[in-house]
């Protein structure tokens, strides 16, 4: 380990990661500091780990419903704490790889709690480390509810749901955002009693009304009590097993900011501008730490960016424009659509059923929908709402077709498959779509 680098990055998560290699392939000398394990919350805490409990769940779900297909499959009993032992291998082997990668570009891996001595240097265990940039990727940690603390057993949060070595017998879940949702269907899937208990009107506020309320309808489908409006849900925590508070993400702190006088907004944000400079000069923020929208991948474009422009000067802007948000529900539900969408006065919208899909009836998927707004008056699609099988994967064609801001076509389309449902959403919103029964409207 050197004491003096070109460049040191705080935080090994997809910001922190990016960061440090792509400063590396620009000739730079780079460390990381991580505190804990390599790959930051989305391998070890988020992403990756709920990825994996899906697929696991999703299996299951396949071996079920194999009769469908003319097989005579029967689920034997199954070991949770064997699924959570897979997980946790692969999570290892992924983190492996990480750091054979850094190896590969002589980035240190520094292990300890990084602090700020001044703009320069920071402070790790003891050892002084100077570097003439900075990029600060440390993350955030799961929020708590004033005056009802965690105890990682009773109360527990999204770190302690992930390691979870058995299915408890009934969870409540403080939150119907993105992380509540996932738990939930995940939970329930499992076998738990579950119930959401969310203060506002419906799970996952601010989302289209249409596509909330096909979610809401899928997780009672699997058995999932949704509570909204719902400002007293720990009155009833003494009748669950384990109380899960999914109450969103707050920073991580114990850096010494104000040693190096880097500004944070009243939440503890990192502020930065649109090259990913702190107001000092030298440092850099990505990520979550940064507070613009708590995705891997925006981050790991932020890490990137942000050790671009401190190599070699303040070149490149965020593009923020489009960025497609995911949500493991089973179903997934995927949502898609351009940042200045409310500017548009005159929009239309198309809705594709799934049970339309040839594709959908194949795989025996046939819950779900795509929805399409588009502007009237030029043609251009505005943006995507997929509840239904491979949402996932479907929603990031539609990001691109947002990003060429040009229409739909049909010969680009394979047929048959799930993605041209996007296709037939867009046609819909013209009143063109031949591939659903007619019905009587206005556009």
């Known amino acids: 380990m050197k004491n003096k680098y070109d460049i040191a990055v705080i935080g090994s998560g997809p910001a922190g990661f990016n960061a440090a290699v792509r400063a590396a392939r620009l000739g730079a000398s780079a460390a990381i500091i991580e505190k804990s394990d390599t790959g930051g919350t989305c391998l070890n805490r988020g992403c990756v780990p709920t990825k994996f409990f899906w697929q696991a769940l999703k299996t299951k779900q396949k071996i079920q419903k194999s009769y469908e297909y003319g097989f005579k499959a029967v689920l034997q009993s199954f070991s949770f704490a064997d699924i959570a032992a897979k997980k946790d291998k692969t999570v290892s082997n992924i983190r492996k790889g990480m750091e054979l990668i850094l190896s590969s570009y002589s980035i240190d891996i520094i292990k300890g709690e990084a602090c700020f001595k001044d703009k320069n240097a920071l402070v790790c265990g003891g050892a002084e480390i100077a570097a003439d940039k900075i990029v600060i990727a440390c993350g955030t940690r799961p929020a708590q509810i004033k005056n009802f603390a965690f105890d990682g057993v009773k109360i527990i949060n999204s770190d302690d749901f992930l390691n979870l070595k058995e299915i408890p017998k009934s969870v409540l879940i403080v939150g119907g955002g993105v992380i509540g949702v996932e738990a939930a269907a995940l939970l329930a899937g499992f076998g738990s009693r579950v119930a959401i208990a969310e203060c506002e009107s419906s799970i996952l506020s601010g989302s289209d ?12 489908r699997h058995g999932v009590e949704i509570f909204t409006s719902c400002l007293n849900a720990l009155d009833d925590a003494e009748k669950y097993d384990k109380v899960l508070i999914a109450a969103g993400r707050t920073p991580c702190g114990g850096l010494f900011l104000e040693k190096a006088g880097v500004e944070t907004d009243a939440k503890g944000f990192i502020k930065t501008d649109e ?16 507070g613009k929208n708590f995705l891997a991948f925006t981050a790991q474009n932020e890490g990137a960016t942000a050790a671009e422009n401190a190599i070699l000067g303040n070149k490149i802007k965020l593009n923020n424009e489009i960025i497609p948000s995911v ?4 179903p997934q539900a995927a949502l898609v659509k351009v940042k200045d969408y409310s500017n548009y006065k005159n929009v239309v919208f198309g809705k594709f059923p799934y049970t339309a899909s040839a594709r959908a009836f194949i795989e025996n998927e046939r ?5 399409c707004a588009a502007d009237k008056d030029s043609g251009k699609p505005l943006g995507f709402w997929i509840v ?9 064609a539609a990001a691109q077709i947002l990003k060429s801001g040009a229409g739909l076509s049909r010969e680009t389309f394979f047929h048959p498959s799930l993605s041209e449902g996007l296709f037939n959403a867009y046609e819909d919103a013209f009143g063109k779509c031949a591939e659903k029964a007619f019905s009587k409207r206005e556009n």
């Open 388 to 396: 239904g099988a491979n949402a996932d994967e479907i929603i990031n």
């Open 275 to 290: 090259f990913c400079m702190t107001n000092v000069e030298n440092i850099y923020a990505a990520g979550d730490i940064a």
């Open 327 to 330: 949500i493991f529900s089973t």
């Open 209 to 220: 009304a249409e596509f909330s309320a096909e979610i809401t309808k899928n997780l009672q």
């Open 367 to 371: 819950s779900g929908f795509i929805k």
